[in-house]
């Protein structure tokens, strides 16, 4: 498809924006946060102290960060065989985010802004592919084995109550019902397919208030055909607590093999 620069039409979607009863984890009582897994809910919460020297950089990000989290993950996760890198994003939200922003600002966006619809990143489809390009030719292995794509995502200020990650448990989610199937137009990414989330009442979203630098949010995005695990559509949110500070988040792309 050939698409005019200068009359580029960004969707082809029309989105209805809806009010929705988003749970705070640490409002269940007892705290507890054994229901959200990645095999339950498709997402949980982990701790890990934030070392500031690794997110110095985009150089940083892709080795010294990108290894404490590999790490971390295969410790916690030890059925995974290996985890690749496969991309990140720093977002920083500007103080005139969710509203239109004049030019002269948007020129001034170095970081991406707050993703305000209920997504996944990839489908099985579109994730095989991307491992496919991670892998290269003649690195097949990891292509024929089972994998999940996984999102670690922190704030790198906080407590953070501005535009946090809210996450929908899996659980309530009916794939046949609920699930839209999108097609994506120049990504560089590899995401040629993502999954966005029709509304029902049946849903039951969550996320974490006051999320500190040492709260690690880890959720299933998409996993490889033919294996049934929960994955976790997500979206920022206003909170409307505009007493804090503009979020300041980073998010690791990951495959990861069983």
Known sequence: MSIDGNHVK???????????????????????????????????VLSDIL???????????????FEHIRALLL???????????????????????????????????????????????????????RLA?????????????????????RVTQGPNNDWPLALCDFRTVDLARDAVQNRVVGTDDGASENYHLQKHAAHRWYYV??????????????????????WAWHTAFDTGDTADSCRESIELVLFAVL
Not at 51 to 65: G, L, V
Not at 133 to 153: I, S, Y
């Open 133 to 153: 390009q991670l892998c290269g030719p003649g690195e097949n292995t990891a292509v024929d084995k089972p994998f999940d794509q996984l999102n670690v995502w």
């Open 51 to 65: 070392n500031a020297s690794q997110i110095e950089s985009d150089h940083a990000i892709k080795t010294q960060y």
């Open 10 to 44: 960004l969707t082809n979607h029309r989105y209805e924006y809806s009010t929705v009863v988003i749970q705070d984890m640490r409002s269940i009582s007892p705290y507890d946060m054994s229901p959200f897994t990645l095999d339950r809910s498709g997402f949980t």
């Open 209 to 230: 208030s006051d999320q500190t630098t040492d709260e690690v949010i880890v959720f299933r995005n998409s996993c490889s055909e033919g294996r049934d695990k929960p």
């Open 75 to 129: 410790r916690t996760f030890p059925h995974y065989t290996d985890i690749f890198y496969a991309g990140h994003l720093q977002r920083r939200r500007h103080p005139a985010f969710p509203h239109a922003l004049p030019n002269s600002v948007e020129g001034e966006l170095h970081y991406a802004q707050p993703l305000t619809v209920p997504h996944l990143d990839y489908t099985p489809t579109s994730a095989a592919q």
